[in-house]
């Protein structure tokens, strides 16, 4: 048997390298060698681990919707805790996922200074946004965990599922933000940044949330 080690892999942004048969102590020993500071994405599902090198568009997509998310969260006054690509996993169901952006809403008092999550105790977050640009979003781990909304953005759309009796469905309105049109409108700012630049989208962006609160 032929072993390998993790520096020897040279994965090119967008693309991804699956490792069957991995045990939950081999998976925890490669998040502990990788560390917290690199640019690859893990995904870990009842023994299959993903790991994923984004590209540069995956980055910005993922920044904006982001950025968006908390601008919605302070013009409406809704207190959130932001845990970005936090690593969420339960070694009981044998489950790992490092969303694009996450974020405690219903349960952020919960999460006020936290620094290390444990979800035996500790809740999922309430919103994790995956961006799929050339790997797709590992809905039975985020079912598994819990996790209640799920935004995913692909191919220029925004797409909602929410968790119902354990399974996803798919859902035109967010349940975080009932009132608002969040499909139609996050799509059209995301594609008004990649034309007019990232900046003046978000400002545009707040001035529509503010007319919306005033209105």
Known sequence: MVTLQLRQLDIPPGHRVLFRDVNWQEFELILAEL?????????????TLEIRMPLPEHE?????????????????EIDR??????????????????????????????????RRIDLTVDPPPDLAIEVDVTSK??????EALG???LWRYQEGR???????S???????????????PIVDVFSRFIRQ???EGTSPALRAFRRWVRDCVSG
Do not use: W
Not at 36 to 46: G, V
Not at 137 to 142: C, G, L, N
Not at 158 to 164: E, G, P
Not at 167 to 176: D, L, V
């Open 60 to 76: 910005v997509d993922k920044e904006i919707i982001g950025d968006m998310v908390k601008i919605l969260l302070e013009e409406l």
């Open 35 to 47: 560390g917290e500071h690199r640019a690859a994405r893990l995904a870990y599902s009842k023994g």
């Open 147 to 149: 996790v209640p909304e």
């Open 158 to 164: 925004l797409q909602i599922s929410v968790l119902r």
């Open 166 to 180: 354990g399974k996803y469905a798919g859902s035109e309105s967010s349940p975080t933000f009932p009132n608002l």
């Open 137 to 142: 979003t590992q809905f039975d781990a985020y």
């Open 193 to 195: 940044g990649l034309t």
């Open 81 to 114: 805790e932001c845990f970005g690509s936090t690593t969420f996993k339960r070694q009981d169901m044998a489950q790992g996922v490092e969303p694009d952006q996450s974020f405690y809403i219903q349960n952020y008092a919960r999460m006020i200074g936290k």
